[in-house]
């Protein structure tokens, strides 16, 4: 099985902030990586696929790169929406889902 | 627009089995070449995926919960199907279903599938 390790778990950040999460894997990927934003109580959405694909209607802000076993996910300025949990997920072998990084406010 | 809804009991006994119903819109299961998927969230804790079946009935399993799950479709209903036999209490979570669509290609190993629209989800507790 592919095991995904996010980092870091809790990052606290204020509107304006560019902010970077990683995601790594225990075994290759090559591109076969998403990301996710789950607001609390709600459905999680598809932010990123294929490692750097927008999703539809996903604003410019949000950025993907990597590949092999190390991956970014980019905010490049926060905005008060952006304040959620955000998680990897691999789709290389089966799927499997990061632990997941939330950001909240400094 | 594409919709998914999940059903089925709030409340489930240990050693019981558990049955959730998703019904979609917006989607053929039949001839549009995508899948729905199910995935679940303990509270507080991570995401984890569960199983996928495909417009052809193909399906795919985790491997640490296949002996105990089974997915199946009704595309007259529109709806998937999935049991859990002999809950636990560790079971507790929301269950999301989620429609599985095309996200890149590879020659070896064919199409690439995410989950890209969810339902709400369901919130089922597993207890005595």
């Known amino acids: 099985d592919i095991q995904m390790t996010q980092s870091p778990s809790t990052l606290s950040a204020s509107v304006g902030d560019r902010v970077t999460i990683t995601c790594r894997a225990s075994?290759?990927?090559?591109?076969?990586l998403a990301w996710f934003q789950q607001i609390p109580g709600k459905a999680p959405k598809l932010l990123i696929y294929k490692t750097s694909t927008l999703g539809s209607g996903v604003p410019s802000r949000f950025s993907g790169s990597g590949s092999g076993t190390e991956f970014t996910l980019t905010i490049s300025s926060l905005q008060p929406d952006d304040f959620a949990t955000y998680y990897c997920?691999?789709?290389?072998?089966?799927?499997?889902f990061g632990q997941g990084t939330k950001v909240e406010f400094k | 627009q594409i919709t998914l809804k999940e059903s089925g009991p709030t409340l489930v006994k240990p050693t019981q089995t558990l049955t959730l119903t998703c019904t979609f819109s917006?989607?053929?299961?039949?001839?549009?070449?995508?899948?729905v998927g199910w995935i679940r969230q303990p509270p507080g804790k991570a995401l984890e995926w569960l199983v996928v079946i495909y417009w052809n009935d193909d399906k795919r399993y985790s491997p640490s919960l296949r002996s105990r799950l089974t997915v199946t479709k009704d595309t007259s209903k529109n709806q998937v199907v999935l049991t859990m036999t002999n809950v636990d209490p560790v079971d507790t979570a929301t269950y999301y279903c989620?429609?599985?669509?095309?996200?890149?290609?590879?020659?070896?190993?064919?199409?690439?599938?995410?989950?890209?629209?969810w339902g709400q989800g369901t919130m089922v507790t597993v207890s005595s």
């Open positions: 989620a429609h599985s669509s095309r996200a890149g290609y590879d020659a070896l190993t064919g199409h690439r599938y995410v989950f890209d629209i």
């Open positions: 997920l691999q789709y290389n072998s089966i799927w499997t």
């Open positions: 075994q290759s990927l090559r591109t076969w």
């Open positions: 917006g989607f053929s299961l039949t001839s549009d070449e995508v899948g």
